[in-house]
């Protein structure tokens, strides 16, 4: 599928802009709903008065339960009286949609009743572009009456809240189309289904070759999208089909146009492939987008400041940039496939911007790599190369990580695939204490309310209360896997296993 605008939209792109600081922007219109609660993407919430213990069988604490598809990997995000979130079609909602297929569904926060999906086809015919069943795996950011998020396919979409609730709204109107296989004739368009704004096909725009699933959350920042493209390995693991392809990519908010893309030409050197979405946060007034690339290097860019005359995408400006494993190997990585004690390393997680420091979780190929992984602190003040000056602390883990880390009062809760919650103090990087969560962790910790929630693979929800001294307030086994992290917002948590969304919070 190709970029599809009005011609009339495109000379949007071409003007000049001059933003100002995010803050100044977000205080003239409401600010973006990001997975991790900012643009920081730290995953701390200032909610309170959300409930420590959960029981499935009674009732407790569980205000409603809304039924998915058969696997849910991305987060839940609630903004403006709504929840979405992605799954698959394996139990299709819509009887019209049958096989494998992306979906992104949205609900209503009372109640979760269903309003509006978006049912997506598979990227091709083989699984290492579009992983089977694994659905639409990308959390949503939220912005006023706009939903952006990526299709299974690595499309870059911007959704009207409304779906086709309130009309096809366009200037994308070829929803039905968009939503058929090739080959096949549209289906009519139901009020349930979603109002697409427009569409960017990253891996057509900008020659990128995806790998298992587009896993990338949009970070929005004056008027424009930062998204990772999802370049990866192809289906030998064994080589980059598309070396030359960006790592990340800026769209305008408005329009979907591409308006600028890294060149640092990231590709030979990604071991599996990018799936850590940006973050941003600013230094002695200085602003700054991070990116942890698939070669386990953070990179901080420049936000854009202006567009090319001519429409043209424009470079990022690399301001520094750290080697989270310098000693790893840098050239034919992919030699070291399979290898559990040697390999380059990989970044999955997002990074955590945090006065002035970079938190990120990074090791070792999680499927491919070395058994080794660490929590890094990164002074954000630097530039140029400070690979050897701007490591504050390096903790270990147990295994590689998938997980985001979260910062609160002096505390950076971190877990990781070995099946352990690790709380560290943030200032010298020395353990305060280590839970054994006894299943896989692939979701993130969350802290609000003076607790830290995680869910677990095993389906566990493990809530614990935050600070030095280590309690556990309860443990509560949902119905499958958690990978997506809990969320929150006004009073409410929501937590997605593989086949249900639910709300959680105290009586009313």
């Known amino acids: 599928m190709r970029h599809l605008l009005p011609a009339s939209l495109w000379f949007l792109g071409a003007a000049l802009i001059l933003p100002g600081n995010a803050a100044e922007t977000a205080s003239a219109e409401a600010q973006p709903v990001h997975w991790g609660h900012g643009w920081s993407r730290n995953q701390v919430s200032a909610e309170r008065g959300l409930p420590d213990r959960f029981d499935l069988a009674t009732g407790l604490n569980i205000r409603w339960v809304a039924e998915l598809g058969t696997e849910a990997h991305a987060t839940p995000i609630a903004a403006g009286g709504r929840v979405f979130v992605g799954t698959n079609n394996e139990r299709p909602r819509d009887d019209r949609y049958q ?5 992104f569904q949205c609900y209503d926060d009372r109640d979760g009743t269903f309003l509006w999906q978006l049912v997506i086809p598979k990227y091709s015919d083989d699984p290492y572009q ?22 299974n396919r ?8 409304q779906g ?7 200037p994308f109107t070829d929803e039905a189309r968009l939503q058929a296989p090739d080959g096949v004739d549209p289906l009519p368009l139901l009020p349930t289904e979603a109002d697409v704004i427009w569409a960017f096909d990253i891996h057509g ?12 959350s949009v970070l929005i920042l004056d008027g424009l999208l930062y998204i990772n493209t999802g370049n990866g390995v192809d289906n030998t693991h064994r080589k980059i089909r598309r070396p030359d392809a960006p790592s990340l990519i800026v769209l305008d908010q408005q329009t979907g146009r591409l308006v600028a893309q890294d060149e640092e030409r990231i590709g030979p050197r990604i071991f599996h492939c990018t799936w850590s979405s940006p973050a941003y946060g600013e230094v002695n007034g200085r602003g700054m987008v991070i990116f942890c690339g698939g070669d386990g290097v953070v990179y901080a860019f420049e936000p854009v400041k202006s567009r090319a005359a001519d429409g043209a995408p424009v470079p990022l400006r690399k301001l520094w940039w750290f080697d989270c494993d310098p000693t790893a190997p840098k050239e034919n990585v992919h030699q070291y496939i399979g290898n559990r004690r040697e390999s380059p390393s990989n970044i999955k997680s997002m990074p955590v911007f945090h006065e002035g420091r970079v938190y990120v979780t990074v090791g070792g190929d999680l499927w491919w790599g070395k058994q080794q992984a660490w929590l890094k602190c990164i002074d954000a003040s630097g530039a140029g190369d400070v690979t050897a000056t701007a490591e504050r602390w390096s903790y270990p883990l147990m295994r590689h990580s998938m997980s985001t880390p979260a910062v609160h009062d002096g505390l950076v809760y971190a877990a990781d695939c070995g099946r352990m919650l690790h709380c560290v103090d943030a200032e010298t990087g020395e353990a305060v204490w280590t839970h054994n969560a006894e299943g896989e962790i692939w979701a993130s910790p969350f802290v609000a309310d003076d607790k830290v929630y995680l869910g677990t693979r095993r389906g566990d929800l493990i809530v614990m209360a935050t600070g030095r001294e280590k309690r556990v307030l309860s443990t509560t086994r949902f119905d499958g896997p958690i990978h997506g992290t809990v969320t929150a917002a006004n009073g409410t948590l929501y937590v997605a296993t593989m086949r249900r969304l639910y709300a959680l919070g105290l009586p009313r």
């Open 205 to 216: 725009e900008v020659n990128s070759y995806p790998h298992d699933a587009a896993h990338s």
């Open 99 to 103: 096989g494998d297929r992306g979906v």
């Open 164 to 170: 086709q609730a309130n009309g096809n709204q366009g």
């Open 130 to 151: 579009d992983w089977p069943r694994a659905g639409i795996s990308s959390t949503a950011t939220v912005h006023g009456d706009r939903v952006y998020v990526l299709s």
């Open 154 to 161: 690595g499309e870059a979409l911007s959704l009207e809240v």
